[in-house]
C-alpha cells in the first residue's frame, strides 16, 4: 500500500504562471515532508521541506503548504519558469525510518 | 551545496562481470541510502545504514551489497552483474538531529548499463 501518493504523473503549465504539485499521505506518523526535484541522469535535488508543525513554507519562488487533517501538501511555483520543468518528488518521513517517496509528477512549463 | 559523491558517473560493462559503485559524503552524516530509479519510475530504497558496521535491505529486493566501514562511505557492490542490473543507482545521506530538520540529499547518481 502506497503511503504517499502523488496521482498527477504529469502537468503542463504555461510560463508565468502557477505550477500546483500535489501529494497525499496516508501514514499519519509522518512529521517531516520533503519536495525534490530532478532532471534526467542527476540526483534528485533538494527543494524545500516542511514540518508538521507547520502549514506553510516558503522560500523564494516555492511555497510549500500542509493540511494536516487532510493529510495532503502542495508544492506551488510562482512564476513558474522553463527551468523548472523536472520531475518532482514528495516525500514523508516518521522519525529516524527512511523517507518514504511518492512516483513523481512530470512538470512542463511551456514558454 | 550537498557534498556527496558518486563514482562513476557513467558505467558499460558486460554481463558477470564484479563492479563496485562508489558514494562518499563530507557532511558526516549517519545515516546513507541506495535507491535505484528507471527512466520515468519512481525511486526504490534497495540499502540504507544507520552508521558504521550497519546496514539494513530496502524495500525493493536487490542482488547487490553494500558495507558501511567508515562514516563517509558506502559503496555498492555487484558480485555478478546482469542486464536486469542496467539503471540509475542514487546515493544519499541524512543527518540524525534532534530537530526535524534532516533534509537528506542525494548525489549525482551512477548510469550503470549491463551488455
Known amino acids: 500500500d502506497q503511503q504517499v501518493k502523488q496521482n498527477s504523473p504529469s502537468l503542463s503549465v504555461q510560463e508565468g504562471r502557477i505550477s500546483i504539485l500535489n501529494c497525499d499521505y496516508t501514514?499519519?506518523?509522518?512529521?517531516?515532508f520533503l519536495w525534490y526535484k530532478k532532471y534526467p541522469a542527476e540526483g534528485p535535488t533538494f527543494l524545500i521541506s516542511?514540518?508538521?508543525?507547520?502549514d506553510k513554507n516558503e522560500d523564494g519562488r516555492f511555497t510549500v503548504f500542509l493540511n494536516k487533517s487532510a493529510k495532503h501538501l502542495s508544492l506551488h511555483i510562482v512564476p513558474s519558469q522553463p527551468g523548472d520543468s523536472a520531475v518532482y518528488f514528495c516525500?514523508?518521513?516518521?522519525?529516524?525510518?527512511?523517507?518514504?517517496f511518492g512516483k513523481g509528477t512530470r512538470l512542463s512549463v511551456i514558454a | 551545496e550537498a557534498d556527496i559523491y558518486q563514482t562513476p558517473r557513467y558505467l558499460v560493462i558486460g554481463t558477470g562481470k564484479k563492479i563496485t559503485l562508489e558514494c562518499s559524503q563530507t557532511?558526516?552524516?549517519?545515516?546513507m541510502y541506495w535507491y535505484q530509479q528507471d527512466p520515468g519510475m519512481e525511486l526504490h530504497l534497495i540499502h540504507y545504514?544507520?552508521?558504521?558496521?550497519?546496514?539494513e535491505k530496502g524495500d525493493l529486493s536487490s542482488e547487490s551489497t553494500v558495507s558501511r566501514i567508515r562514516t563517509e562511505h558506502f559503496p555498492l557492490t555487484l558480485e555478478s552483474a546482469r542486464p536486469s542490473h542496467t539503471s540509475q543507482y542514487l546515493c544519499?545521506?541524512?543527518?540524525?538531529?534532534?530537530?526535524?530538520?534532516?533534509?537528506?540529499?542525494f548525489g549525482p547518481g551512477t548510469r550503470l548499463t549491463v551488455l
Open positions: 544519499a545521506s541524512r543527518a540524525t538531529g534532534q530537530e526535524r530538520t534532516d533534509t537528506q540529499y
Open positions: 501514514n499519519s506518523m509522518f512529521d517531516y
Open positions: 516542511i514540518s508538521s508543525i507547520k
Open positions: 516525500a514523508a518521513v516518521a522519525g529516524n525510518t527512511p523517507l518514504v
Open positions: 557532511m558526516g552524516h549517519d545515516k
Open positions: 545504514s544507520y552508521g558504521v558496521n550497519s546496514t
